[in-house]
């Protein structure tokens, strides 16, 4: 396993991308989005969560959560609505376009990786805008979604030539249609996101709390690091503190304080999420994912798994693989 948690927990949360829009709009214009609940069905079938993000290829706009303050967007800026709020994009605040879910829906459910949709031409500026949406797993456990604010904004600016070359990227395909473009597409959405969340990491304050907080705290990190990068070892809470250069009482205080838990209990949390991630693959039986988390037998695996979770392995997996199939059945 990786030594960087960050790294760990993307992929142990299963990142996706969909479908992609490329709107070029004409001022004045204003266009609303419901919350992805009503959306992810059809755009990320047997995904548990989905992430809508937006991103400023040409010209401005305002952007946020409806009801509440927008924020300017100028060319460069991503926008991402980490827990799927109900959101507008607008040519300037006050204008509203309240969403045609139904027609949305129609859409999204051609499955085509690319949809230009052209504004109201008065004369107005233009901007230029790619859409995108991203699926992971939300249970058991994602840390890193439960610490993304609701709405995540990633200006542009000099040091973003990194985030500059992904946009650019993302325009230059949706606007080709050559052959591989819906998968260059899908990896593009995940590339975004996990620097936006880089960018956003960045800013963290020091004083704040929550888990990006804690990866920048000296000891926490530490900890982090050792856990994600030998889940399975036999922790101590001791032998945990050594690895953080910190003493037990600091380092069960900072877990606190960061976390909401103690030490342990976060590495519990976590294999039960690299469990579930082993599960869906189907070939792995519930003995060899109980010794790739760490346990010693499959009976305990199974009674710590069914107490996080509230369901044996195997009924988790059972039910997941039904999720999946009904969301497919209904595209």
């Given at each position: 396993?990786?030594?960087?948690?960050?790294?760990?927990?993307?992929?142990?949360?299963?990142?996706?991308?969909?479908?992609f829009?490329?709107?070029?709009?004409h001022?004045p214009?204003?266009?609303e989005?419901?919350?992805?609940?009503?959306?992810?069905?059809?755009?990320?079938?047997?995904?548990?969560?989905?992430?809508?993000?937006?991103?400023?290829?040409?010209?401005?706009?305002?952007?946020?959560?409806?009801?509440?303050?927008l924020v300017?967007?100028?060319?460069?800026d991503?926008?991402?609505?980490?827990?799927?709020?109900?959101?507008?994009?607008?040519?300037?605040?006050?204008?509203?376009?309240?969403?045609?879910?139904?027609?949305?829906?129609?859409?999204?459910?051609?499955?085509?990786?690319f949809?230009?949709?052209?504004g109201v031409?008065?004369?107005?500026e233009?901007?230029?805008?790619?859409?995108?949406?991203?699926?992971?797993?939300?249970?058991p456990?994602?840390?890193?979604?439960?610490?993304l604010?609701?709405?995540?904004?990633?200006r542009?600016?000099?040091e973003?030539?990194g985030?500059?070359?992904i946009?650019?990227?993302?325009?230059?395909e949706?606007?080709?249609?050559?052959?591989?473009?819906?998968?260059?597409l899908?990896?593009?959405?995940?590339?975004?996101?996990?620097?936006?969340?880089?960018?956003h990491?960045?800013?963290v304050?020091?004083?704040?709390?929550?888990?990006?907080?804690?990866?920048?705290?000296p000891?926490?990190?530490r900890?982090l690091?050792?856990l994600h990068?030998?889940?399975?070892?036999?922790?101590?809470?001791?032998?945990?503190?050594?690895e953080s250069a910190?003493?037990?009482?600091?380092?069960?205080?900072?877990f606190?304080?960061?976390?909401g838990?103690?030490?342990?209990?976060?590495?519990?949390q976590?294999?039960?999420?690299?469990?579930?991630?082993?599960?869906?693959d189907?070939?792995?039986?519930v003995?060899?994912?109980?010794?790739?988390?760490?346990?010693?037998?499959?009976?305990?695996?199974?009674?710590?798994f069914?107490?996080?979770v509230?369901r044996s392995?195997k009924?988790?997996?059972?039910?997941?693989?039904?999720?999946v199939a009904?969301?497919?059945?209904?595209?």
């Amino acid at each position: 396993m990786s030594s960087d948690p960050l790294s760990s927990v993307l992929e142990a949360v299963r990142l996706r991308g969909a479908v992609f829009f490329l709107v070029d709009a004409h001022a004045p214009w204003a266009a609303e989005a419901p919350h992805v609940d009503e959306l992810a069905d059809v755009v990320l079938p047997g995904s548990q969560h989905v992430i809508e993000w937006h991103v400023v290829a040409r010209g401005e706009c305002w952007g946020g959560i409806v009801g509440e303050p927008l924020v300017k967007l100028v060319a460069g800026d991503v926008i991402a609505f980490p827990h799927g709020d109900a959101h507008t994009l607008a040519s300037q605040p006050g204008l509203r376009n309240p969403p045609d879910v139904a027609a949305m829906r129609s859409v999204v459910g051609e499955r085509l990786p690319f949809r230009f949709v052209q504004g109201v031409d008065r004369g107005g500026e233009t901007a230029q805008i790619v859409c995108g949406f991203l699926g992971c797993d939300a249970r058991p456990f994602n840390p890193l979604l439960a610490t993304l604010p609701r709405l995540l904004h990633v200006r542009a600016g000099a040091e973003s030539d990194g985030l500059r070359a992904i946009v650019q990227l993302a325009i230059t395909e949706s606007q080709a249609r050559r052959a591989g473009g819906e998968c260059m597409l899908a990896r593009v959405s995940e590339l975004l996101f996990v620097e936006s969340v880089r960018r956003h990491l960045a800013t963290v304050a020091p004083d704040g709390t929550g888990w990006l907080a804690g990866l920048r705290d000296p000891i926490v990190g530490r900890a982090l690091a050792a856990l994600h990068a030998r889940p399975r070892h036999a922790w101590t809470v001791d032998e945990l503190a050594r690895e953080s250069a910190s003493s037990r009482s600091v380092l069960a205080e900072r877990f606190a304080r960061y976390l909401g838990v103690a030490p342990m209990q976060y590495l519990a949390q976590w294999r039960m999420q690299l469990a579930s991630s082993l599960l869906l693959d189907g070939q792995t039986t519930v003995a060899d994912v109980a010794y790739r988390v760490g346990y010693g037998s499959e009976a305990a695996f199974s009674r710590a798994f069914k107490k996080l979770v509230g369901r044996s392995p195997k009924a988790w997996r059972e039910g997941r693989a039904r999720d999946v199939a009904r969301s497919g059945d209904a595209t």
